[in-house]
Nanobody
């Protein structure tokens, strides 16, 4: 069982940066591939970024590639999403998710993740 709590969202202007954090409980954090998703009003939840068990590999949606960076600190049981050069279209509720795995993979679909945080709002004004 894993509980996830996101933090770091807020209201910023276009071009600004934010860093989201996702703190996990439980003793098996290292056994989970971690992902970030977002959901804007009226839209489906979409994959943003993900990171493998060790943090050695990451994967990003095309819309955020080069602007967002996903990282994790297994000792602190925390995963991060550094968001730079934010755009109004990045406005959404951001969720972190944990997916049980034995391999070095990044999941990109909602159904592949087992646990979800409550979400944190990111609003980017133009």
């Amino acid at each position: 069982q894993v509980q996830l709590v996101e933090s770091g969202g807020g209201l910023v202007q276009a071009g600004d940066s934010l860093r989201l954090s996702c703190a996990a409980s439980g003793r098996t954090f290292r056994s989970y591939t971690m992902g970030w998703f977002r959901q804007a009003p009226g839209k489906e939840r979409e994959f943003v970024a993900g990171i493998t068990l060790s943090g050695g590999s990451t994967l990003y949606a095309d819309s955020v590639k080069g602007r967002f960076t996903c990282s994790r600190d297994n000792a602190k049981k925390t995963v991060y999403l550094q968001m730079n050069s934010l755009k109004p279209e990045d406005t959404a509720v951001y969720y972190c998710a944990a997916g049980s795995t034995y391999g070095s993979v990044v999941y990109t679909t909602v159904r592949e993740y087992d646990y979800w945080g409550q979400g944190t709002q990111v609003t980017v004004s133009s």
